[in-house]
Every structure is written in C-alpha cells, then in structure tokens.
C-alpha cells in the first residue's frame, strides 16, 4: 500500500497543466485526458495537484507499483535526446512550437490571386454565444470545429461547411461542461441527426470528440458523427463515422 495520485476523467478537460508539473513524465494527454503512464512513474509527492484548474488529480492509498526511480531517469534522458520529436508530456502544440516550412511559398513563386465565395450559412458561430433556437439550427447538419481547424485547413470552405451549420470552440481552453448542456439542448430543440466534429491531431483537441459524444448522449437523441481529424498542415489524418446504437 502506498500514496499514489488518482485522475478523475469525468472532470479533466485535457488542459496538460498536470503533465507539465510532474517532474517524473507520470502523466500524458491522450485523447484529451490526463492518464497515468505507470505507477512506477509516480512518486507520490503530488507536484500534479496543485496545478488542476478542475480538481481532477488527488491522492489514494492502495496497492500499487513501488516508485522506480531508475525508470523514471530512464525515461527523462530518452526524452531529452529529441526534445521536439512530439512526445512532450502534454502533447500540446504549444509547447511543440514549430515552422510549417512547407506551407510558405518560396520568395520566387508568383501569388494567385483566387476568389472562392463564403460557405458560412450561419452567424454567430461560436457554440457560446450561439442561441439553442436559432432559425438555421432546425434540422440542420451541424459542423463542430475546434478554433484551430479553420486555420490549418485550407479548403476549410470547401471541403468541410458546404450546407453544415458551423459552431466553433476550444475543448482546451473553455469550459467543457456548459458546451455539452448546449450541444444537448440544441439536439434535442432542432431534431439534429448529423454532427461533424473536426479536431486537430494534438491530444488535447480530442476532447471535442468527447464533447460531441457526451452531448448525444445526454440529449437521448439518434445522431450520426462524422470524426474529421486534421494535421497541423491542414491534411485529412482520419474520417470515420458513428452511427445510432
């Protein structure tokens, strides 16, 4: 038996605060919760707690792996040999900064100008401010992107809002539980039956996947959900869907 941290899933939003306070590399982001990599990782002193905006870390007594302290030194020195290879505990794009090299034209490329019309049906867009009764909502297909999406993705318009009613939002950086009442109300209001979620690669952006799905849920409703996962430079990763149980 010994002291050893707990993660409340239920209550972490991914934010990677904790990740970057343990000293040990104990903890991850993986699909936008925190996860304890390996008991032998965690010393047990809570570096972690105190820096949860959400309460989501405490401690428990149980039966656990004793602290290896070998391992941990292990593992710290293999991650320092490539700091920027994307492992960082947090996962987190801003603490991964790096130069798309690949998206700049180069100073002897001549620039097109191209005219391409607007696909945005809808205004507000931000899912807060959005009303759950809006006119443009009923029986709408919806697009949930999170912030970054339209930023990376260079054919945002025309690969991803064609007749989609578009709600934007950070699964990081606001609060989750408001977005997934609203998301409910606005399913159950307006006969919502398809939701595409498109999401950033980094672990933390994954929460809007969760949030799509606990909202769902919560609702009781059928609804289709198309995951659209994007990489940094803008390119489809993944594109799957979940149909109605």
Sequence with gaps: MRKIIRIDEEKCDGCGLCAEACHE????????????VSESYCDGLGDC??????????????????YDEAAVKERMAAGKKDPCNGTLPC???????????????????????????????????????????????????LLLAADCTAFACPNFHRD????????????????VEPY?????????????????????????????VKLADAAVKRAAASVTLKLIKLSLAGKFLEVRQIFPQ
């Design 25 to 36: 590399g104990a903890i991850v982001v993986e699909n936008g919760k925190a996860k304890l």
């Design 49 to 66: 707690i105190g820096e949860c905006p959400r309460g989501a870390i405490s401690f428990e007594m149980r039966e656990a792996a004793a």
């Design 91 to 141: 996962g987190c794009p801003g603490t991964m900064a790096k130069e798309l090299k690949s998206n700049k034209p180069s100073q002897k490329e001549e620039k097109v100008s191209l005219t391409q019309e607007s696909e945005l049906c809808n205004w507000p867009v931000q899912l807060s401010l959005v009303p759950v009764q809006a006119p443009y909502l009923k029986d709408a297909g």
């Design 160 to 175: 991803l809002l064609p007749g989609k009613v578009c709600l934007v939002g950070c699964p990081k950086l606001d609060e």
């Design 180 to 208: 997934i009442e609203k998301l409910a109300e606005i399913i159950k209001l307006n006969g919502i039956k398809e939701i595409d979620v498109a999401y950033m690669e980094v672990p933390c952006c994954g929460g809007l």
